[in-house]
RNA sequence: GGCCCCAUCGUCUAACCCGGUUAGGACACAGGGUUUUCAUCCCUGCAAUAGGGGUUCAAAUCCCCUUGGGGUCACCA
């Protein structure tokens, strides 16, 4: 095959939508598969915001998660600009000469009239196409409106006695009746492009061999065909991947329907989780950051191979049974012909899995370089974070071992930088105050100060021989030690925690635990 | 509404192209075991071919229809 290249053309949005980041994933790996280039080109056509604020999130994304690219945004390339706003030439230069070739004709009708038009063909119930009056206007007629100052747009002549076909590599055969189309502006008045021109004249001439892109944009292909043909270009490969469905829909998912993922079931567990712990980021909370955008996952503390992994098996597979996947592994699999032709649901539940998994394939030393920036801007330790201090939170991530899933889990070690615990009372009143808990406790307090070193090991030898010499059953004990100094029903075993915290401290939290 | 796409467990999917499997796996859920918490880990269970017609010895698989779902219909991208 001849050199693949791909592409993903966002327009800067201000945010990375987690369903658009599939699609690039796809063109990524089928760029990667094949040996060839991927290409990162945005589409800025007439966009008034601040560029570079609105970029910056998207360009990130693909960082964070390692999908580097060969031509593109700020690295520029061969084709270069990859900024349609700067690419205003090449469109006039394809305009005038689709115009010249007359497969193009200057529209003088205003929108109002074309509205009418439309209005009409919609009360006789006949699909809308183009009256194209102006194709009627004679050469001087034309040039007399132009002397006037009348504005016009640039059309593209639909061949109307033809058909569209498309061999799709995920959809398969596609036709389109040509009389049914409507002439598409592809030049405005004041001569810029608009997106359907622009995305054919930029693949064309950055020679991208195959079109990988959302399924909403299956019917501009049979215009964007048209156009190739008109243009004398070579047509790209085309495969429309189904759009990503919000949890438990089967609707495609989108950041202005956020309010109502919110409290869909399968999505709950995702807002609440950002309400809880962006605030203690300062980073806003569910409204300024959810689920929807890829920023989400990064600053809530999901490793990038857990996100890639779950983006990767929604809506393509491996075989009948790998879950897992390295992106290497991937690559090395990736086929368009095994990409699912159904809309795929997200599903924050497999997601949250493939995290444990590969959160317990990290090694030690990423766990701790992943968890400290959260305990800084919690504000839990203080930079620059000391040797002490690191090799302190790195006991505890151990001591933590499994349950920590994501990164922002370490917020839940609060209690191990703060005094001022938090007390779970309902089961601080079923763990320790219940007949004859406090007077064991108060005992065995007594025994800890003997404890020394005060060690894992020795703590349980301790409370073990306490407990046999007493008769007491040492989940008791143990569940009343870990109320009493976490304040918490749930965590690491309750030795680790009491040898973290160490004599003192655990010793002066059973006191305050006693008067309470 | 026009055009187009889609349809297997609750969810993601395998098997479909080239008809023959007790329709497989994973997540979730339920139960059990290990860990006197929780998490991990192990075992077990639950659970699907939308409906109707064909074709065929045989249909999840091929064809048609119905139903349902979705996308798109801009001088947005």
Redesign the pocket.
């Known amino acids: 095959m001849s050199q693949v290249r791909t592409r993903f053309?966002?327009?800067p949005?201000g945010y990375m939508h987690i369903g658009g980041m599939r699609t690039a994933l796809f063109n990524w790996l089928w760029a990667r598969h094949c040996g060839g280039q991927f290409i990162l080109r945005?589409?800025?056509?007439?966009?008034a915001r601040n560029q570079e604020a609105a970029l910056r999130p998207i360009l990130q994304a693909f960082r964070w998660l390692g999908l580097n690219w060969d031509e593109g945004a700020e690295i520029g390339g061969p084709y270069a600009p990859y900024y349609?706003s700067q690419r205003g030439a090449l469109y006039q230069e394809a305009a005038q000469k689709l115009e010249a070739a007359g497969l193009a004709y200057r529209?003088f009708?205003?929108?109002e009239e074309?509205d009418a038009d439309?209005k009409q063909a919609?009360k006789e119930?006949?699909?809308?196409i183009n009256i194209r009056r102006s194709l009627e206007l004679t050469d001087t007629q034309k040039a007399d409106l132009v002397a006037q100052g009348r504005?016009?747009?640039l059309?593209f002549l639909i061949p109307r006695d033809t058909k569209v076909q498309l061999d799709?590599h995920?959809?398969?055969?596609?036709?389109?009746?040509c009389s049914?189309?409507?002439d598409?502006?592809i030049q405005?008045?004041?001569g810029?492009?608009?997106?359907?021109?622009?995305?054919v004249v930029d693949d064309a001439q950055m020679q991208i061999s195959h079109v990988i892109r959302?399924?909403?944009?299956?019917?501009?292909t049979?215009i964007q065909i048209l156009l190739h043909q008109a243009l004398g270009n070579t047509l790209p490969q085309f495969a429309?991947v189904?759009?990503v469905?919000s949890?438990?829909?089967?609707?495609?998912m989108?950041k202005r329907k956020t309010e109502q993922y919110r409290k869909a079931p399968?999505f709950q567990k995702m807002f609440e989780r950002a309400d809880e712990v962006f605030p203690q980021l300062g980073l806003g909370n569910s409204e300024t950051l959810n689920p929807v955008m890829v920023e989400y996952y990064e600053r809530i503390g999901y490793l990038p191979a857990a996100v890639l992994n779950a983006l990767g098996?929604?809506?393509?597979?491996l075989?009948?049974?790998?879950?897992?996947m390295s992106l290497d592994t991937m690559v090395k699999h990736f086929t368009l012909?095994?990409?699912?032709?159904?809309?795929?649901?997200?599903?924050p539940?497999?997601l949250?899995?493939?995290q444990?998994?590969w959160m317990?394939e990290l090694p030690l030393d990423q766990k701790v370089a992943g968890c400290l920036p959260y305990l800084v801007q919690a504000q839990l330790i203080a930079e620059p974070v000391t040797d002490a201090v690191r090799q302190y939170v790195e006991q505890i991530i151990v001591a933590w071992?499994?349950?920590?899933?994501l990164f922002s889990d370490i917020l839940g070690a609060r209690y191990f930088f703060r005094d001022d615990l938090v007390y779970d009372e309902k089961m601080f009143d079923k763990r320790v105050r219940k007949e004859g808990v406090p007077a064991h406790l108060a005992a065995f307090r007594q025994r800890l100060v003997e404890v020394d070193p005060f060690t894992v090991p020795n703590l349980e030898t301790a409370l073990?021989a306490y407990?046999q010499e007493v008769g007491?059953?040492?989940?008791?004990?143990?569940?009343a030690l870990?109320l009493s100094t976490t304040g918490?029903?749930?965590?690491?075993?309750?030795y680790?925690c009491l040898a973290l915290l160490g004599k003192d401290k655990s010793l002066a939290r059973i006191d305050a635990a006693l008067a309470r």
């Open positions: 053309a966002p327009s949005t945005i589409d800025d056509t007439d966009q349609q529209d009708s205003t929108r074309v439309r919609d119930k006949r699909p809308y504005p016009w747009v059309r799709d995920i959809r398969g055969h596609v036709e389109w009746d049914l189309l409507p598409p502006v405005r008045a004041d810029s492009p608009l997106y359907n021109f622009a995305t959302a399924e909403e944009h299956l019917s501009n049979p429309h189904p759009y469905a949890p438990g829909s089967k609707e495609k989108s399968a098996r929604l809506g393509w597979s075989d009948d049974s790998t879950e897992i012909d095994r990409v699912v032709q159904a809309p795929a649901g997200f599903d539940d497999k949250f899995s493939f444990g998994h317990k071992g499994d349950r920590l899933k073990t407990c007491e059953q040492t989940g008791t004990l143990i569940h870990r918490q029903a749930v965590g690491p075993g309750v680790d």
